[in-house]
C-alpha cells in the first residue's frame, strides 16, 4: 500500500480525521512549554494537522456509525475538544506546582514586588517563580516529557476511542482532589525556604528584643534574602527530586481522570 492509497479518504473517513484533528488540536494549544503565546499560532496548526496525518492509520474508528457521523458531528467534536483540552491542562498542573511554590518563596522572601514578564505563560511572575519555571522547564525538556505527554495524548483514543457515545463526568470531582495535592506538592517544594525563614525571623526578633538598638525591621529584609537565596540553591537537587515524583503523580492522575471519561 503506497502512501496515496493510505490517505486517499472517503467521505467518512474524511469526518474521523476531523475528529482526530480537533483532539489534537485542542490539546496542542493546552499543552505545557508549547502552549506559550511566542509560539505562532500556524505552527501550532500545522504542528497538529502534521501529528494528527501521521497517527490517523493507526486509529480505531469502526465504533463511528455511517448514519449517525454527520448528524452528531457537532456533539462529537465538543468531545474530542474537551479531551484535548482536559488532558493538556491536566498536564500543566506539573508547572501550576512548580508556579506556587515560586510565589510562596517570593512572598516569604519580601521579593513579589519584582516582577518580569515571562513570554512562556504570557503573564507577569516574579523572579524566583521564574526561576523555578526555567528548572522545571529544562527537567521536563531533558526527559523527553514532551515526548510522554504526546504518546499518551495518542493512547487516550485507544481508552476512549472515536465514537457516538458521551463522556461519563461523574467522576470529575476527581479533578478538584488534584488540584489540592498539587497546591499541597507546591507547598512542600518551598518548605525549605519557608522553615529556614521562619526560623531567621524568629532569631531576628530575639536579637531585636536582646538589642533594642538594631532596627530588626531594616536589617531582617536582606538577611531573608540572602539566606532564602542560600537555601534555594543548596536544595535545587531535592528540587529535582521531587519533580520527578510531580511528574509521575500527574501522569498517573491524568490517565485516572481520562479512565473515568
Known amino acids: 500500500m503506497n502512501i ?27 499543552w505545557p512549554i508549547f502552549d506559550a503565546p511566542s509560539v505562532p499560532a500556524p505552527i501550532k496548526i500545522l504542528f497538529s494537522l502534521v501529528i494528527s496525518i501521521m497517527i490517523f492509520p493507526t486509529i480505531n474508528y469502526d465504533q463511528l456509525p455511517v448514519n449517525l457521523l454527520e448528524n452528531r458531528i457537532l456533539l462529537l467534536t465538543v468531545k474530542e475538544a474537551f479531551i484535548g483540552l482536559s488532558f493538556g491542562f491536566m498536564a500543566k498542573m506539573f508547572f501550576f506546582a512548580v508556579r506556587i511554590a515560586g510565589e510562596i518563596i517570593s512572598v516569604s522572601m519580601g521579593l513579589s514586588s519584582s516582577q518580569l514578564f515571562n513570554p512562556a505563560i ?125 511528574l509521575q503523580l500527574t501522569t498517573e492522575r491524568i490517565f485516572t481522570l481520562v479512565k473515568s471519561y
Open 4 to 30: 496515496v492509497s493510505l490517505f486517499n479518504f472517503n467521505e467518512y473517513e474524511m469526518l474521523a480525521f476531523f475528529l482526530v484533528l480537533v483532539r489534537m488540536s485542542a490539546f496542542i494549544i493546552s
Open 122 to 246: 504570557g503573564a507577569q511572575v516574579s523572579t524566583v517563580e521564574n526561576f523555578k519555571l526555567i528548572v522545571a522547564s529544562l527537567f521536563f525538556l531533558a526527559i523527553h516529557g514532551h515526548h510522554l505527554l504526546m504518546s499518551g495524548l495518542v493512547d487516550t483514543f485507544r481508552i476512549i476511542p472515536l465514537s457516538i457515545d458521551m463522556l461519563n463526568l461523574e467522576h470529575l470531582n476527581s479533578f478538584g482532589v488534584f488540584v489540592s495535592e498539587i497546591m499541597v506538592v507546591g507547598l512542600k517544594i518551598s518548605s525549605p525556604v519557608l522553615i529556614s525563614i521562619f526560623f531567621m525571623n524568629m532569631t531576628m526578633a530575639i536579637i531585636g528584643r536582646t538589642v533594642p538598638q538594631i532596627n530588626v525591621l531594616i536589617t531582617s529584609l536582606p538577611v531573608n534574602i540572602l539566606v532564602g537565596f542560600i537555601i534555594m540553591f543548596v536544595s535545587i537537587p531535592l528540587l529535582v527530586w521531587q519533580m520527578h515524583d510531580l
